[in-house]
């Protein structure tokens, strides 16, 4: 367990000591009951998470394979907050275009430059952080997907020529 793990549990633990209501630190739902000390205790940490996760826990302990703490929704990275649900197609579209398509396109063409067989998930890991709001990506087509107000909103490249090319299409309901 590295250093910033273990900082982040004895900050859970804190704030659960002291009362706060939150989350499931394993696995990220509302399901916590108020007095902490009736949820479960969790067998990897000292903290405390709901019932349910703890049920798992001791499940997955029986068959020697508990989920890495890595992997709880605590640990796991957020992607940035969005408002693109409120707005419709077209101006979602326009917002994209004009915040994100930079981004999106340089790290396409980082992409098509890496050696075959790179590893897809740190350009996905990249686009979740630097992209709010978008809730889909693909490899083939190199493509993101955002939900809008009105449908969803797809961006799509590729290369004609030796250019990249951006495409989007507004989809509405």
């Known amino acids: 367990m590295n250093d910033a793990i273990q900082n982040m549990l004895l900050d859970l633990k804190v704030r659960q000591l002291a009362g706060e209501h939150m989350p499931c630190p394993r696995c990220g739902r509302n399901t916590m009951k108020d007095r902490i ?32 703490l890595a992997c709880w929704a605590a640990f796991r990275e ?38 075959p067989g790179a590893d897809f998930e740190a350009f996905r890991r990249e686009v979740v952080r630097e992209c709010p709001g978008m809730t889909r990506m693909w490899e083939h087509p190199f493509a993101v997907e955002y939900e809008t107000a009105t449908g969803r909103l797809l961006i799509q490249f590729s290369t004609a020529e030796g250019k990249t090319r951006v495409q989007g299409f507004v989809i509405d309901r």
């Open 37 to 68: 000390y009736t949820n479960a205790l969790s067998r990897h940490a000292d903290i405390y998470i709901c019932d349910e996760c703890g049920t798992a826990e001791a499940l997955l302990c029986m068959m020697s394979n508990p989920l890495p």
């Open 78 to 115: 957020q992607p940035p907050k969005s408002d693109l649900k409120t707005l419709s197609g077209a101006e979602a579209m326009e917002r994209v275009r004009a915040e994100q398509v930079p981004f999106l396109t340089e790290l396409y063409e980082r992409w098509r430059a890496a050696p």
